[in-house]
């Protein structure tokens, strides 16, 4: 066995330009590929801050998971709605309504409602410091170690922070759950009272009259001090990804936050591609062959190998490493795989594929006589012998 490691500087040209982050209004942000379980692009990712209703992506998850039924219904009592600040963005519940778990739901996520987020507080823990509890417990299951929550709603708390990679982590793993997904990329919902709810982010969008249809799922946040926030679900080539905005300046008929997730989906439709580091049928190694009318096997990808990366990607951090056979026989085994293909970019595998051998090869007698020749003769001779040595015995018994 061997292991060859190939650096791809040689055949492929290096770029001289480079691509940069668009100007944003938030201080924070971070984007993030799903479909690669990459992190792209950040600003300020594990820097603590106020997260305003980014918060109620915890909210909404911890409630779902601790809810049996979503579509059972309650009546809103008025100790649920106590302590609600008058300046918080509500859902529109009142006292008296019967609702289900999953108009609450809808009602925490689409028109962020604090109204939403004490009712599902008190319905699953008995109370908001008791949810809060589990709100915490989450997060550190989840290892958001620079995230602490004191409230439901993501209003101001002196002990109230967290990061847009933790809020990034609670989202990702909040989009695993099918009803919370549901949710989050729902633009508009009705109760079964009758109130209808429209994502902040499509609001925002209509009042402003720009196009946030790319937006394919969101929550937003806003208080005097996180500023206006963003968080967001799109798809760009192929690929699925969430990104993460923090302290925009807080002028919300400016919609600063929606602004930044634009251009940030647009950087990444532009600047960003599937790229091949290695063409299909591009020679990365050979094996000798013996004994074969066939002198070697050039080892080649099956596929273009491909991987999602800025176009200006560093194309000298491309490589690869063959570990396999060095030399075959021409009987191989076709079933048996002759090595493997590591492909790296940055030093890190991206893809890796066994090689098996894809063609028939075929004796080549002349050279198996000349490379055992001696041998050939020895076994001829010794048969012969033993022949003869045979029939003169038996001829002798015959007598």
């Known amino acids: 066995m061997k292991k060859i490691l190939l650096l791809l500087l040689i055949i492929l040209p290096i770029n001289v330009f480079a691509i940069e982050l668009p100007n944003l209004n938030s201080n924070n942000a971070i984007v993030y590929d799903l479909t690669d379980n990459e992190l792209l692009e950040q600003k300020g990712d594990n820097e603590r801050t106020s997260i305003a ?9 911890v409630a779902i998971e601790n809810i049996n039924n979503i579509d059972e219904t309650f009546i809103v009592e008025d100790y649920m709605l106590n302590g609600i600040p008058w300046d918080a963005s509500v859902a529109g519940f009142k ?12 009602g925490t996520l689409l028109p962020s409602g604090a109204d939403a987020t004490n009712i599902l507080a008190y319905k699953v823990a008995g109370s908001v410091p008791k949810f809060v509890e589990l709100m915490n417990k989450k997060a550190k299951f989840l290892e958001m170690n620079n ?13 109230h922070y967290s990061t847009p990679y933790d809020v990034l982590t609670i989202l990702k793993y909040a989009l695993k759950d099918k009803t919370f997904k549901k949710i989050y990329t729902s633009k508009k919902y009705e109760t079964i009272n009758g109130l209808k709810f429209y994502s902040t982010s499509y609001s925002i969008g209509k009042k402003l009259e720009i196009d946030t249809s790319r937006i394919l799922g969101s929550k937003t946040g806003y208080t005097n001090k996180a500023g206006t926030c963003i968080s967001a679900y799109f798809e760009s080539n192929g690929h699925e990804f969430l990104l993460i905005t923090l302290k925009a300046p807080s ?77 075959i026989n021409y009987n191989h085994d076709s079933k048996k795989s002759l090595g493997r293909i590591t492909y790296y970019y940055n030093g890190e595998i991206f893809h890796n594929e066994y090689i098996y051998l894809d063609e028939v090869l075929k004796a080549d007698y002349k050279e198996i006589f000349n490379t055992y020749k001696v041998q050939i003769i020895v076994i001829v001779l010794s048969t012969i012998f033993l022949i003869t040595i045979v029939i003169y015995l038996l001829k002798k018994s015959l007598k």
């Open 53 to 61: 209703s980014l918060t109620k992506i915890t909210t909404a998850i």
């Open 95 to 106: 006292v008296g309504d019967i609702i289900s778990y999953r108009d609450a739901l809808y």
């Open 147 to 159: 995230t602490n929550y004191e409230n439901v709603t993501g209003l101001e708390s002196a002990k």
């Open 251 to 327: 002028d919300l008929k400016k919609g600063y936050h929606v602004q930044d997730a634009l251009a940030l989906i647009n950087y990444i439709d532009e600047s960003y591609g599937e790229q091949i580091l290695v063409e299909k049928n591009k020679e990365t190694a050979k094996i000798k062959v013996n004994f074969s009318t066939t002198d070697e096997i050039i080892i080649k990808p099956n596929n273009n190998i491909t991987k999602y990366l800025r176009n200006d990607y560093d194309k000298t951090k491309v490589s690869y490493e063959y570990d396999g056979l060095e030399e």
